[in-house]
Structure formats: C-alpha cells, structure tokens
C-alpha cells in the first residue's frame, strides 16, 4: 500500500518568513495530492490539492510543487502569519484511497 | 447549512463496553469514511464506504464496526475488541470515492476516552 512520510514534524518560523513542508510517496500510480490544516480542537480542512499531470499551484500565499519522478512533493507558505500556525497532513490519493502523512506542526512566532 | 455532523464531541466509557459514534452528513455525499487521529500518526483509515449498504475495510479495522443503511448517515462501533480505542475519531465524506474533485469534508471529530 502508499505510504506517506513528512518532514519536519514541527516547524517554528518568524512571521514573515517562509514555511516549507516536504512530503514523499511510496506508490508510483498516486495521482492526487492534497493538503489540509487542522487548527486547534478544529476540522482538518483542504487548503490546496494538486493532480498528479501538474507540477505545481498556487493560490495565494501558499503553493504546492510535486515531483513525480521523485515521488515527492512540498507545500510552501509565504509571508507566513500567526494564522497560520497549525498542524499541516499531506496525503496521496490511489484510486479510492487517500493516505496521509503524520503531520508537521506550524507555529508562526510574532 | 451543508455539512458533516458528529456527535457527541467527547465521550467516555468503561473499559470492555461497546459505544457507537455518530456522523451525519447533508452533502448528498456517496462516500464516507472514519478515521482514527492519534498524536505523531496523522490519519488512519478504518472503514470506507462506497455507497448505500456497502462499506470495506481500511488500514486499522480490527475492534471496530460500520453500517451504511442511509446514505446519510455512517455510524462507528468501537467494540471492546479494539485494544486501544482511546483517540480521536474523525467522519469524513467525499461526493465519490475515486473522483478527482471531489475532496474529503471531515466532521469536527469525537473524543473517545476509554478507562
């Protein structure tokens, strides 16, 4: 089965600077990648996805890059805010499955 | 107002009892899912269920059951088989299990604490 492993599992930035969260994939027919944010005590919520025939998107302040021959793929967020701070899960999607990495944990210092 | 609701929020149980969690959704969504949230693990799939009256098996089914008799409405069984129910459960739905567009919307998740 897929298997989804992201780094860093925390990650502490200044407001203002740049946040960047890596992702890698085990299974090569993958072929859609999103990405949620859990704020505290909240609902994991899409923030942004991207298929497997593009390599990158961006809405925003955030954006996704991905790499199939690599088999990896980041999520950037920029000029980062307090806002920001939450826990980030990538996932890939095979067929009917979406798995899901184990988080990294955003905090945003003012 | 469209969405998945899971009640209750938190719940507590002795240890060797069954408890069922509810998840309701008004999206008109075919498929759902339960997903179990532990610290440091992200999620894992327990059941899935494609349409009325069908549902399989994820990653970490043993100790827990499903039914899907409406398409509403997709309950979780933690069974006193399961040997560490103690987490945190989150429903999701999706309009199709295999579509592209079609993006998980979760419920706000029950706290189950097993004693």
């Known amino acids: ?12 930035v200044q407001e203002g600077d740049s946040a960047v969260i890596k992702c890698t994939y085990s299974d090569s027919a993958s072929n859609y990648f999103p990405w949620y944010k859990q704020e505290l005590g ?12 593009v390599g990158e998107k961006k809405d925003q302040r955030i954006a996704v890059t991905l790499n199939k021959t690599a088999k990896h793929f980041s999520l950037h967020i920029t000029e980062t805010q307090p806002e920001d701070s939450a826990v980030y899960f990538c996932a890939a999607k095979n067929d009917y499955k979406l798995s899901f990495g184990a988080g990294t944990t955003v905090t945003v210092r003012a | 107002d469209g969405g998945i609701t899971q009640s209750p929020k938190y719940l507590f149980r002795k240890e060797g009892q069954n408890v069922t969690l509810s998840c309701e959704q008004n999206l008109n969504h075919d498929a759902m899912y339960w997903y179990r949230q532990d610290p440091g693990q992200g999620l894992r799939l327990i059941y899935y269920s494609q349409i009325v009256n069908d549902f399989q098996k994820g990653d970490i089914a043993e100790g827990y ?8 409405s997709f309950p979780l069984t933690v069974t006193s088989a399961q040997k560490n129910p103690t987490a945190f459960y989150l429903c999701a ?9 079609s993006p998980l919307h979760f419920g706000n998740g029950t706290r189950l604490t097993v004693t």
């Open chain 1, 1 to 12: 089965g897929e298997n989804v492993e992201q780094h860093p599992s925390t990650l502490s």
């Open chain 1, 42 to 53: 909240k609902r994991p919520q899409l923030i942004i996805d991207i298929r497997s025939n």
């Open chain 2, 65 to 72: 059951s499903v039914s899907r008799e409406k398409k509403e």
């Open chain 2, 93 to 101: 739905s999706s309009l199709a299990l295999s579509s592209y567009n």
